[in-house]
């Protein structure tokens, strides 16, 4: 007889943070504000962690609960909501057991002895539509084709073979102009290898071009930047040590003595192009965007001035020293003979989760849109932010509620011309919403606010599926 189910009582799974464990069909949300708009009709998709049963190990960490993917339909007006676990081999292996046989957070070494050499990965950060195909992201594998109506699980999809590598991101770029895909994969060979693969993905799915090059340290790297004509890709001193994850250890050490190393390189270009960059100890999740200005490139993303992840340690032992993430620029002269950069902050508002209006993937841009925090911590709302002027407009929610990633939807030419969808969390009531806005006046609050009797407990990232697109595969935007 296996041990019947109970959760730790600790602060990760109190209150808003409680395993939700639900799989939820609701058809027609209630509309409680606003008037649907007309020409907002396709899929929202998003992915995010739960738990599917009480961790091996108490000190576990919330991004390696088990992947759920939540999916709103929109049509004309009416929006339809469903949730579905990502059955990959690691779920249905615990399934079949009626408990946890994973470890710490990449940590093959803390697995139960049963499923040695099974597929550990939780399947639970991202979803892309490319190519025709509907896909799960998670950065310690490759990606997992799943059913766009139905959820249901259709198996790795390994690009015809074409991939030499264990994983793929869970940030990859799209370029909408050209229905192009830009990814790469870290620790490509496997735990705490140094190579780096970076592919050029058509309409089709093919892949068109590679470029393979060795990191300067086993690092992790979440996220990356394109311009039109180049990638950026930070190296930031997050490294996997396998002395210390064979002895059961974090898989990813903070090491504040060693530099900050970026890799810019022509989008088709070779492994010999590479500029490096380097300066001190720092640390980003997520990019906003990138642009070129003649020889300079900038890139904006959310900077820790510190590191980023609480829950991995320090190499040396140092206690942990909360930094807040603030929106900052980097700039990379290529004209320049050194391999320094500047830095310099584009406002006061602690913020994340950065998003824009992706057909400006790449070009100079204004506006961008972040989840800034609030205190109590545990509340949030929504910035709208204009990086040329450096002012930020907010959308607050409302009492003990927080935002999820907004997500950007096109609705005309122009940029910032679109609605942003994002859920709500309602978190006294336990259950969550969906908010439309218009991209261009959040202050005015929702166009559209649908209410929702479940809860979407945790969604990292997402994609917009247009109807349209849903039946090509391509995307048209205006």
Not at 72 to 79: E, L, P, R, Y
């Amino acid at each position: 007889m296996t041990e019947p189910v109970r959760f730790a009582d600790i602060p990760l799974y109190e209150g808003w943070g409680a395993p939700y464990r639900v799989e939820a069909d609701v058809l027609d949300l209630e509309l409680i504000a606003g008037t649907p708009p007309a020409d907002l009709n396709g899929r929202l998709y998003r992915c995010g962690p739960d738990r599917q049963y009480p961790p091996l190990f108490k000190d576990d960490i919330f991004i390696d609960g088990e992947g759920m993917v939540h999916m709103w339909t929109i049509d004309n007006g009416h929006v339809d909501y469903r949730s579905r676990w990502v059955r990959n081999e690691r779920f249905l292996l615990q399934e079949a057991a009626r408990r946890s046989l994973f470890g710490r957070y990449r940590n093959r070494y803390t697995n139960d002895p049963s499923v040695a050499g099974k597929d550990q990965s939780p399947a639970n950060t991202s979803t892309l539509w490319h190519g025709k195909r509907l896909l799960v992201l998670k950065e310690d594998a490759l990606p997992m084709e799943i059913d766009p109506d139905t959820l249901a699980v259709k198996g790795y999809h390994h690009y015809q073979g074409k991939v030499n590598a264990v994983s793929m991101t869970a940030h990859p770029k799209m370029d909408y102009a050209r229905n192009e895909l830009l990814s790469f994969s870290y620790q490509a060979q496997g735990d705490a290898t140094t190579d780096f693969l970076f592919h050029v993905i058509d309409a089709n799915g093919d892949i068109v071009h590679q470029i393979a090059f060795h990191m300067p340290y086993p690092a992790m790297v979440h996220d990356f930047a394109i311009t039109d004509t180049h990638l950026i890709v930070p190296f930031f001193p997050m490294m996997t040590d396998m002395n210390v994850v064979k002895q059961g250890g974090p898989y990813y050490q903070w090491h504040p003595d060693k530099q900050v190393h970026v890799a810019i390189v022509p989008r088709r270009g070779t492994a010999d192009q590479i500029r490096w960059f380097k300066g001190a100890a720092c640390s980003a999740g997520h990019m906003m965007n990138a642009f070129n200005e003649g020889d300079l490139l900038h890139l904006d993303l959310c900077l820790y001035e510190g590191n980023c992840f609480p829950f991995f340690p320090a190499a040396d032992g140092s206690p942990y020293i909360p930094a807040p993430p603030f929106l900052t620029r980097m700039t990379f002269n290529l004209a320049g003979n050194d391999d320094s950069y500047t830095k310099k902050q584009l406002g006061p508002v602690a913020c994340e989760m950065p998003q824009i209006d992706e057909r400006y993937n790449g070009k100079p841009y204004r506006y961008g849109y972040t989840i800034c925090f609030q205190h109590p911590r545990r509340t949030s709302r929504l910035g709208r932010w204009d990086v040329q002027t450096g002012t930020v407009t907010f959308w607050d929610p409302g009492p003990d509620s927080s935002v999820g990633e907004a997500k950007f939807v096109p609705r005309g030419p122009g940029e910032g011309n679109g609605y942003l969808l994002l859920p709500v969390n309602r978190l006294n009531e336990m259950r969550s919403d969906l908010a439309i806005l218009d991209a261009m006046d959040i202050e005015a609050g929702p166009i559209a606010l649908y209410k929702m009797p479940t809860r979407v407990k945790a969604s990292f990232h997402g994609c917009w599926v247009p109807q349209e697109t849903l039946q090509t595969g391509l995307y048209n935007y205006p």
